[in-house]
């Protein structure tokens, strides 16, 4: 059976028109947050695209003790009140404490649980306890089958408001690669499932003390897993990715985003019927 996710006022999943998953990967400056999140606004209600703003507070798998974590968890939280209350726009953040989840759940539309906390049990269980809707992003260590363990996880706990989402896989050292027969197994949980073309991109540890990535294969990547098949794309969006204080190298700059999401809706449309 397919669920729908109602995240705002638009529904995911099960034959709805794609959304966007879409903001820089930490939160920088309010500034910056505001204008970026208007801009995409901007493009995804010309595209006919739903529309959540994702960014993070609190970047807690950095590579290097010294990286840029975000502004933490009552600043940031303020930060993305603001893209609310002044963008009306739903809002997407990372989670890893039982105690984040409480806290961001009181503000945020979605909670993600980070790749490397899939399996985490207590996490998941207050993440689905607080009503929000759980976005659960593969971890680059298991097999899509064994989603359906964490998918369990939230719907035990009383939350059948649950997204998937695939961002790789671990293939050897500092790289990732993407199994396109991910999407139907994911799909057949009965939940939305979102393809993250940028951080399926990254080239982890690659660059020593930081992450390194390929972002000229995005948009390939996300045209692909159009073809297949999934319900949503989870991109992140920079206007200088090269400044950016965390995931430069795979994020897509803001000034490319219009031109890429219409190859990736063309595709969309052409691969399968919507409502």
């Known amino acids: ?86 963008l009306g726009l739903p809002v997407l953040t990372d989670v890893h404490t039982e105690e984040q989840a409480t806290e961001a759940g009181k503000i945020v539309d979605v909670l993600q649980i980070p790749a490397f906390l899939c399996r985490q049990t207590d996490l998941l269980i207050a993440a689905a306890k607080t009503g929000k809707v759980v976005n659960v992003k593969k971890g680059q260590f298991l097999s899509p089958q064994e989603m359906g363990n964490a998918v369990k996880k939230v719907e035990d706990s009383g939350n059948k408001r649950i997204v998937l989402t695939e961002r790789g896989s671990s293939f050897g050292y500092n790289n990732l690669v993407v199994d396109m027969r991910s999407f139907p197994v994911l799909r057949s949980y009965g939940y939305p499932v979102v393809f993250d073309a940028t951080h399926s991109v990254q080239l982890p540890g690659g660059g020593g003390t930081k992450s390194s990535g390929q972002r000229e294969f995005v948009e390939p990547l996300a045209c692909a897993a159009a073809g297949v098949g999934v319900d949503g794309f989870f991109m992140e969006v920079h206007p200088n990715p090269d400044e950016a204080l965390s995931d430069g190298p795979n994020m897509v700059p803001l000034h490319q985003l219009k031109a890429l999401l219409e190859r990736v809706i063309r595709i969309c449309d052409a691969s399968q019927p919507r409502k």
Not at 22 to 45: N, Y
Not at 71 to 86: F, N, Y
């Open 1 to 86: 059976m397919a669920h729908e996710v109602q995240i705002g006022s638009f529904t995911v999943g099960a034959g709805h028109r794609p959304f966007l998953i879409a903001g820089p990967c930490v939160i920088e400056s309010e500034q910056l947050v505001l204008e970026t999140a208007a801009r995409i606004a901007e493009i995804a209600a010309a595209l006919g695209m739903p529309y959540i703003f994702k960014s993070s507070f609190d970047k807690a798998n950095r590579t290097s003790i010294n990286s840029y974590r975000g502004p933490g968890l009552e600043r940031g939280l303020a930060v993305l009140q603001k893209v609310k209350d002044q």
